[in-house]
């Protein structure tokens, strides 16, 4: 939960929940569309389960569509963005403490409080329709109660209540941004460090992950082209990557495509590509054909790569700890040159020296995704770090070994914290001697990338996830 300062008391005004009428109350309404986004954030809640996996299912299991479909979207996704900002509004209109507020009317809370504060939804729209919703669930004292807290919600807009709760603006003026756009101050301040730059760009940044955005497909080297991609599903090449493709996020499920079910296409961040293609770019000396993915799962970056290597009569390893993630691999890689392996990339068993170039899509605290993944923000905590960066320097001392002398090695990690991005390279280049390359001549075209030597990506500056990549080469025996 977001921290609420305490430089205001709530207004008197609101000590007490707003009078009732009298007569007899009308039965509970169904909302499909609300009831989808309710019982996703309650899976979010209760199992730690990702919302942009839980709700898609839900969708189809209930046959929603179009307005009711794009409506439960927004709700699920704008509710788990911002449930910081609202949990302190809920607060301030609340006479009890949140966590001793029954979780499913919690849910319900924050979705009726996004409606009130983040859509054009009538107030009375909102109220009534979460008030409903309570009361199938729990009964009527629990809808009584949403629905006097709703309505203190309703008195002001959003721009007044962040006035009203906000850190000041002077004497704080990351955590008032953090807030502001419904982040956690330490993620704020972490943006802070990787950006080095002035407010104004981080008010962007920060903004950027409340955006909707754009669905991103990679097409199939050797299979079809992004011009025909796009051609196929309606949507525009990517601005980058020679095999993007974006879709508008309002487009549907892109599960539906052809090009999907027929293996032409994947789901795959333009950032996320153009990190597996830097690593493809860089000259080498020597033979060229044996390539190795060291954290393959879920298979995006491995089924290009392998795409790529086939091309030149090369061959893929991939490496993955999870047995389930794995199979996803192989299921994304159907058809190519490439051999799975279930184990631990720091230990594999593989040879050392035994590969031209390696990926190390090392798993990280995925600060560069929160725009694709709503609820990340408020589930992450910094001490995560400390185990996650030992995990990378691990990963990457591993390639180092697995590279032979005058190899490639790529790391990279879905997120802008210095600390899991140059403060691992730097770590590692220093232990092993690496050669650290500017690994900007190989993101050709895009623009803005810094001062090097790494690449750190961001959806405000191009479109992409925040992700950073560092090519590596072992120096010559």
């Not at 898609?56 to 046959?63: C, S, T």
């Not at 060229?288 to 090369?314: F, N």
Request: proline residues 7%; contains cysteine.
């Amino acid at each position: 939960m977001m921290h609420q300062p305490n430089r205001r008391q709530a207004r008197s005004d609101r000590s007490g929940p707003p009078r009732r009428r009298s007569g007899p109350r009308r039965p509970p309404e169904t909302d499909p569309a609300r009831k989808a986004a309710l019982d996703t954030l309650t899976a979010v809640r209760e199992r730690d389960a990702y919302a942009n996996l839980v709700l898609p299912g839900l969708l189809r299991d209930r046959r929603l569509h179009g307005r009711d479909a794009g409506l439960a979207t927004e709700l699920t996704y704008g509710a788990c963005r911002a449930q910081g900002l609202l949990d302190a509004v809920l607060q301030a209109c609340s006479d009890r403490p949140l966590s001793e507020v029954d979780g499913v009317a919690l849910d319900a809370l924050r979705l009726g409080a996004y409606q009130l504060l983040r859509t054009r939804i009538p107030a009375h729209a909102a109220v009534a329709s979460t008030v409903d919703l309570v009361r199938l669930e729990l009964g009527t004292g629990a809808g009584g109660f949403v629905n006097a807290v709703l309505r203190r919600v309703a008195q002001q807009d959003e721009e007044a209540w962040v006035t009203e709760l906000a850190p000041d603006e002077d004497t704080d003026p990351v955590g008032h941004l953090a807030f502001t756009h419904a982040h956690p101050k330490w993620i704020a301040q972490a943006f802070t460090e990787a950006l080095a730059t002035d407010k104004a760009e981080l008010a962007d940044a920060l903004a950027a992950d409340d955006a909707r955005p754009a669905v991103h497909l990679a097409a199939r080297p050797g299979e079809v082209s992004a011009e025909e991609l796009a051609a196929i599903t309606g949507g525009e090449e990517a601005p980058y990557s020679p095999y993007g493709v974006h879709l508008d996020p309002g487009s549907g499920d892109p599960g539906d495509l052809d090009a999907l079910r027929e293996g032409l296409a994947a789901v795959q961040d333009e950032g996320s590509q153009l990190c597996a293609l830097a690593l493809t770019r860089v000259p080498l000396d020597g033979p060229d054909e044996t390539w190795l993915d060291l954290c393959a799962g879920p298979g995006g970056k491995a089924a290009l790569l392998a795409s790529l290597v086939s091309m030149q009569g090369g061959v893929l390893d991939a490496v993955e700890k999870a047995p389930h993630r794995a199979d996803l691999v192989r299921k994304a890689t159907t058809g190519l040159p490439i051999t799975v392996h279930v184990g631990d990339g720091r230990d594999s068993g593989l040879p050392a020296g035994g590969y031209d170039r390696v990926l190390v899509d090392a798993p990280c605290t995925g600060l560069g995704a929160l725009r694709r993944r709503p609820e990340a923000r408020w589930r992450r905590r910094p001490e995560d770090l400390t185990e996650l960066t030992k995990l990378q320097r691990e990963l990457l001392t591993a390639a180092m070994s697995l590279v032979r002398p005058g190899g490639i090695v790529a790391y990279v990690v879905c997120s802008p914290h210095v600390r899991e991005t140059v403060s691992v390279v730097t770590e590692i280049a220093r232990r092993t001697g690496a050669e650290t390359l500017d690994t900007r001549e190989f993101f050709p075209g895009v623009p803005n990338l810094g001062a090097g030597p790494s690449v750190q990506l961001w959806p405000h500056r191009h479109g992409t996830d925040a992700m950073f990549c560092a090519l590596l080469r072992r120096p010559a025996e």
